[in-house]
């Protein structure tokens, strides 16, 4: 199992199903090799939109990453839903 801060134990959760596209995305980010994750985006810009592990997603560690021009870019490649919810409504 893996381990948390403190060491204390963590959960992955497995509500999302892990694409493995998503996941070679998210290693190439990952890895700073900027130029595949270009290619990648390219020949498929649906994988923006896709989930990895725990339902990480190429956003998110565009974000842990710090690479704002990516953070920019992922969301223009594939929109992503937002929900409208009561709360969420304008007034």
């Not at 801060?5 to 090799?33: K, T, Y």
């Not at 998110?60 to 929109?79: E, I």
Request: glycine share 6%; aromatic share 4%; net charge positive.
């Amino acid at each position: 199992m893996a381990r948390g801060m403190a060491g204390s134990p963590c959960r992955v959760h497995a509500d999302f199903p892990m694409d493995p596209e998503a996941e070679r995305l998210i290693a190439l980010i990952r890895e700073g090799n900027r130029a595949a994750v270009e290619r990648m985006l390219r020949s498929t810009p649906q994988v923006a939109r896709t989930r990895g592990a725990g339902g990480s997603t190429p956003l998110m560690f565009a974000a842990l990453y710090r690479d704002v021009s990516l953070m920019k870019q992922l969301p223009r490649l594939a929109p992503i839903r937002i929900w409208r919810t009561p709360l969420a409504s304008p007034h």
